[in-house]
């Protein structure tokens, strides 16, 4: 896909996902989240730039730990997001957070004004990681550090088959290279390529635990990258494509409950 065209379906994609994201992916995301910021390691008094910040569940925590004395820049492609991410620490004394929408990569900042860079699970919908890296690169001080969290390899997420069951009904492409970064060495070498050294990583094997078959079927569908091209599709085909995924998941399955295999990658890089 054209980049131009992919930036554009993940800012209105995730404006269709944004009412529906925290109930479909709050908890299942909580151990990558935590353990990005068990590897960044934050400071009272730091200046922090978080890309790709969503609804504001990781800004948040980010915004307690630099306190007192930090700052947060938190920044997105979409406005939905940016809205419900205001929503929650607009007014709840988190005067030192500011929200703006911004391409992760171009961002419109001075060089070397930022400690910390973080990235929690949006590189994946980036169509330059590596320019988007630079970028954080650009903007953190030397000796700056950066924290990057993104889905692992495909075959280890069960969740998978999402794309291909929405693909083939709607012609999108969304996310073709949604797994690129967490398969190998990939995230290590483009962090590297971005010019931070050195790079740790860490790969953690995840559940993702889901109630029933409606709210597996809302996470993947309505609450996630896919929601865009899920709201063209008519009532019958949404039976079809809702009971070919609650398929591909079968296997995850116990009484009425899911508990889907997921892996994450987190990284630690420092300029």
Known sequence: MEPR??????????????????????????????????????????????????TGLVT??????????????????????????????????????????????????????????????GLMYVPDPVGALREMYRVLKPGGRVAIAVWGERKNC??????????????TDVCPMFFQQGTGNALRYSIKEAGF???????MDVNLYYENDDHAILAAFAGGPVALAYQKFDEQTKREAHSEYLNSISEFKKGDKYNILGEFVVAKGIK
């Open 5 to 54: 065209l992919q930036r554009r379906v993940q800012r209105y994609g995730w404006d269709k996902a944004s009412g529906f994201y925290e109930n479909s992916w709050k908890e299942q995301l909580k151990p990558a989240q935590d353990k990005l910021l068990e590897m960044i390691e934050l400071s009272p008094g730091e200046h922090v730039l978080e890309t790709a910040c969503g």
């Open 197 to 203: 050294e050195p790079v740790w990583i860490e790969r």
């Open 158 to 171: 069960g969740w998978a088959e999402i794309f291909p069951i929405v693909d083939k009904r709607v012609k």
């Open 60 to 121: 948040e925590r980010i915004a307690i730990a630099v306190a007192p004395g930090g700052t947060v820049t938190a920044t997105d492609l979409s406005e939905g997001m940016l809205h419900l991410a205001d929503s929650r620490l607009n007014g709840n004394g988190y005067s030192h957070v500011e929200f703006n929408r911004m391409d992760a990569e171009n961002l419109d900042i001075e060089p070397e004004q930022f400690d910390v860079a973080i990235c929690a699970l």
